[in-house]
């Protein structure tokens, strides 16, 4: 499928609700399913989803998150058995289109909606709690395929089985691939990320303290 057939394979959205881990009963919005019809996207959030802790989840930067079906597959292959859309808390899963390398900054148009790339899901023992298999935190992050964050630029519906088209893309760069290989396995990169401001206030002036701390 070339990048002009990209589209949304499936949207996903979920409550929070008590997900059992190692640490005890948390709450979490992990559990995402499928849903049909046009789901509005505006705020920081798709109408029937939320974040049981925005601390640390949701919000500005991290109000849409978006896997990619062919790395579903990659994983089915790695797990012996296929995966369900939503399975990784995605509300988007998408086909056509290698989100691990959008660009920070880059700009989807999906249905009536865009959506501006941010920075990299990190994966949380909640991950592990999920999959049954605490160990699996580890082992996604060295496969390298985190999928992005998105911003809500312009509110609108989006639908499984629309479009998405990249209508703008910064100058640095620099990928989300990028930003979670450096933030997980090359710390003493971490200055090139400075390069991106597309990723935050909260990202840009945590960078800045490591490097100051140095």
Known sequence: MSPSQARVTSVNVGQPAP?????????????KRPV???????GVNADGDDQADRSVHG?????????????????GGELGHALEPGTFGE????SGLDVNQALV???WSIGEAELEVSIPRVPCFK??????D?????????ARRPGPYLRIARAGTIAAGDAIAVVARPAH?????????IYLFERPRLHELLGAPELGAAWTDWIHEQLAAR
Do not use: C
Request: aromatic share 14%; glycine share 12%.
């Open 59 to 75: 919000g500005v930067d991290r109000s849409v998150y978006a896997y990619a079906a062919e790395d579903y597959a990659w994983w």
């Open 36 to 42: 049909a019809g046009r789901i509005g996207f505006h």
């Open 173 to 181: 760069g620099i990928r989300i691939i990028d930003v979670f290989t």
């Open 127 to 132: 991950l592990g709690a999920r999959m049954g």
């Open 91 to 94: 509300n988007l899963t998408t």
């Open 134 to 142: 605490p160990a699996f935190v580890k082992r996604f992050a060295q």
């Open 19 to 31: 997900l059992q881990t190692p640490r005890g009963a948390v709450e979490s919005s992990i559990v």
């Open 105 to 107: 900054g880059e700009r």
